[in-house]
């Protein structure tokens, strides 16, 4: 088993909860697991992305190579284009569809969707009205999680465990709440497998 | 027990298991989170390392070297610059020596992630003529801090511990060891040794060049440095890989993934093991020096007069600049890789910006007003959430060079006439390196404003105390201030009008004034709110 992944979006939209949740589910099944953050300056509003590599064997290198990431799991549309040098050819974009228009030059909306879709494999997912639905407009990420399940080569009943766990602390509620986040993204991914079927 | 820790909290966890007494640091990305790790520690009962944040570097590593002299364990932390800061005290706290373990942290940035310069801090390590320890990965973090405070006490040295940030702010899991319990208050009861008058300094200096040899033999027989071939053919003249500290697992992650017949030497340690370097050397036609950070080991193995057969940044096979990756290894190791996708165009950047509701904003707006009535005027800044100013749409500071400059190069550009004198320094900033600044313009009486923009935390490193929240009044009333040129206003949009005219008043003012802007941190009152 070897995954890498690079997990993206902006400053404050929860990319290292994320990571965190795949790093538990990863742990108790004994991989190995090397994670790189963005800490600083950047987290102020800025682009960040945490490398995630998942292992049976030693990991070297924090960073993944180019060409290599399995996954490019983001947040924000644009987001998921900038670490594109780092996705391997059979790799996947899953995005969020909704944008962070925090700069003055963002692209058209419809035109950075499009370029994914003429980039790789991909899941668009309206994140928004599923984190709403789950009980939380924050938990879009969790939603991403969710939709990006599938591709993470391990097996949704450890991941929901891992949400269990992640948020234990929190109370029951929001561990349910985001157990319900994380299965409305997961439908939005299976849905997609069988209309392509 | 295993943890999934980042680097800088596996040192922390190393340094608490190796019984350490006490952390002393000033924030840094990316050094900060060790100093929080520990601090999170000492909540729970029963816990006794004192670890508040000192208001410099030098401040932290004097009082480490205090804490050593009483015969107790102790950790200071900071980035690469934070050492440029505290230099004075690391280079005479190796002709002291320590008593009890000391172990100085420096987390260097190369390829300026959040930094001003990328210094590698292993030419300090050299400078001062202490070990300097270079962990590859998170489980080596932590034992080599174990190790270092043993190597501390065993050479009475001072031990630097050298990360950067791909590894401090790298997560992996980690092993722990048995923890060990603090040393007992015992004060060193040595009289030479901590007196640097020079007679004393000569023979502790003397004592210090004695020591290298030793210190050299122990990297010789290190369990941190190894040789390492991933194929187990017998071939020769195969390349070699001089790897140091991260390096190692740039080439290792390219020479698994292609099975290069390459052997890799594992460096961690310096002064650099000097038969097992030369063995190396020797057995190899070909070798690339891998070092993330300068070409500090290259530039000292080619020599002088540039011995050929040994490539790495000097001769271009590695970028001269910035952070290594597996990307650049392969490259170098001549594995031909395909083209990876561009970035499409219509990616653009996204930099960091001062948080909505930032009182930074409404200074800056307020600041904007008032300067425009000035041709061709200048703000002299530095660094903070605040230096996020120097970009549009604000574009209201233009300089930024170490922590406090802001105070001493208006003060100096105002000695060399230029009006109106301004500068926008931080709170922590200012209690960091700005207050002496203030005093020099003080008692030259140059005309300067300094507007302290103060959001009651150091902000732009997460949010951490800042040392004078609460007494900056009181500060430059007693550095001699005068009382009715220190101004305090609230950064606020309904208070605009009135923020104009009090920056006016004072920029128009022939002697040094002070304006304290002061309203908290947006992002550090929410964190409040929330333990609440
Ligand atoms: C010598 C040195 N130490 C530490 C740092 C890291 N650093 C940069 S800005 C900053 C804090 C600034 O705090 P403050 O002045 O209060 O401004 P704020 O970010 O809160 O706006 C720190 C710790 C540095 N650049 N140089
Ligand atoms: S973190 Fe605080 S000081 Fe920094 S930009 Fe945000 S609100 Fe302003």
Redesign the interface.
């Given at each position: 088993m070897n995954k890498n992944i690079i997990i993206a979006g902006?400053?404050g939209q929860g990319i290292l909860t994320i990571a965190a949740i795949i790093?538990l589910a990863a742990?108790k099944l004994g991989l190995?697991?090397?994670?790189?953050?963005?800490?600083?300056?950047?987290?102020?509003?800025?682009?960040v992305e945490s490398?995630l590599r998942l292992s049976s064997e030693e990991?070297?290198?924090?960073?993944i190579?180019?060409?290599k990431a399995d996954l490019i799991l983001s947040i924000e549309p644009?987001?998921a284009?900038?670490y594109?040098?780092?996705?391997a050819p059979d790799g996947v974009i899953v995005a969020a569809t909704e944008p962070i228009e925090?700069?003055g030059?963002?692209?058209d909306r419809e035109?950075?969707l499009e370029?994914i879709r003429q980039?790789a494999q991909h899941l668009l997912v309206e994140a928004e009205p599923l984190a709403r639905e789950a009980g939380s407009a924050r938990a879009g990420n969790v939603v991403m999680l969710g939709a990006a399940s599938p591709y993470l080569g391990i097996s949704a009943g450890q991941m929901e465990g891992a949400i269990a766990r992640f948020f234990g602390r929190k109370g029951d509620e929001v561990v349910e709440m985001n157990i319900n986040a994380f299965r409305l993204g997961r439908a939005q991914a299976i849905k997609k497998d069988e209309t392509n079927q | 027990m295993?943890k999934?820790l980042?680097g800088a909290e596996a040192i922390a966890q190393g340094a608490l298991d190796a019984g350490i007494s006490g952390v002393y640091a000033y924030p840094g990305?990316?050094s900060?989170?060790i100093t929080e790790f520990i601090q999170r520690a000492q909540r729970d009962p029963g816990k006794t390392v004192r670890s508040a944040w000192s208001t410099n570097e030098k401040t932290a590593l004097e009082a480490a070297l205090g804490m050593s002299y009483a015969g107790k364990r102790s950790l200071v932390c900071m980035k690469h610059v934070g050492l440029n800061v505290a230099a004075d005290p690391f280079m005479n706290a190796s002709i002291t020596g320590v008593h009890g373990g000391l172990t100085i942290v420096v987390a260097d940035d190369p390829s300026m992630?959040?930094s001003q310069n990328e210094q590698d801090s292993r030419v300090y390590g050299k400078f001062a003529m202490i070990p300097v320890l270079e962990p590859a990965n998170q489980q080596e973090a932590y034992e080599m801090t174990r190790y270092a405070f043993e190597l501390s006490e065993k050479s009475r040295l001072p031990v630097m511990l050298r990360v950067p940030t791909?590894?401090s702010?790298?997560?992996?899991?980690v092993q722990r060891g048995e923890p060990r319990g603090q040393n007992p208050l015992n004060p060193s009861t040595e009289k030479g040794q901590w007196i640097l008058l020079p007679a004393n300094a000569r023979g502790n200096y003397q004592r210090l060049l004695d020591k290298q040899e030793e210190l050299v033999a122990l990297s010789e027989s290190s369990p941190f440095n190894w040789v390492k071939r991933w194929s187990n053919e017998e071939t020769n003249n195969i390349t070699g890989v001089i790897a140091f500290g991260?390096a190692?697992?740039?080439a290792?992650?390219?020479i698994?993934?292609y099975h290069l017949p390459v052997e890799v030497l594992k460096i961690s340690t310096y002064p650099l093991p000097k038969n097992l370097v030369n063995r190396f050397i020797e057995k190899h036609n070909t070798l690339l020096i891998a070092e993330e950070g300068y070409p500090v080991c290259e530039e000292l193995l080619k020599g002088y007069r540039g011995d050929n057969a040994l490539r790495g940044r000097l001769d271009g096979t590695l970028p001269r600049t910035g952070e290594l990756?597996?990307?650049l290894l392969?490259k170098a190791l001549g594995v031909e890789?395909?083209e990876?996708?561009?970035?499409?165009a219509?990616?653009?950047?996204?930099?960091?910006?001062?948080?909505q509701g930032c009182g930074h904003r409404d200074l800056f707006h307020a600041l904007n007003e008032v300067m425009a009535a000035y041709p061709n005027y200048r703000v002299f800044g530095d660094i903070g959430?605040y230096t996020?100013g120097a970009l549009p749409p604000f574009n209201a500071i233009h300089t930024c060079v170490d922590m406090g400059a802001a105070i001493t190069m208006a003060k100096g550009a105002a000695d060399a006439g230029m009006r109106p004198a301004v500068c926008v320094i931080g709170d922590s900033t200012f209690t960091h390196s700005g207050i002496t600044g203030l005093l020099d313009a003080v008692n030259d009486r140059s005309p300067l404003t300094v507007i302290i923009s103060d959001n009651e935390t150091t902000a732009?490193?997460?949010g951490q105390d800042s040392a004078g929240t609460g007494r900056f009044h009181d500060i430059c009333r007693g550095i001699g201030v005068a009382e009715k040129h220190i101004r305090t206003l609230v950064p606020l949009k309904r208070n605009h009008e009135e923020n104009v005219k009090v920056l006016r008043e004072e920029l128009e003012y022939e002697g040094v004034s002070v304006i304290i802007a002061q309203r908290e941190c947006v992002q550090t009152a929410k964190r409040k709110r929330k333990k609440a």
């Open positions: 902006v400053g790093d742990m190995h697991v090397k994670q790189a953050e963005v800490h600083g300056m950047s987290q102020r509003g800025g682009a490398h990991i070297f290198s924090d960073l190579p180019l060409g644009m987001e284009l900038r594109l040098p780092f996705l925090n700069i030059n963002y692209p035109k950075v370029t980039s | 295993t999934l980042l990305t990316p900060t989170e992630h959040s791909r590894l702010h790298s997560r992996s899991t991260i190692y697992n740039y290792m992650e390219v698994r993934a990756s597996p990307g392969a890789t395909s990876p996708n561009a970035v499409p219509i990616v653009k950047g996204r930099p960091p910006m001062l948080c959430c996020l732009m490193t997460g």
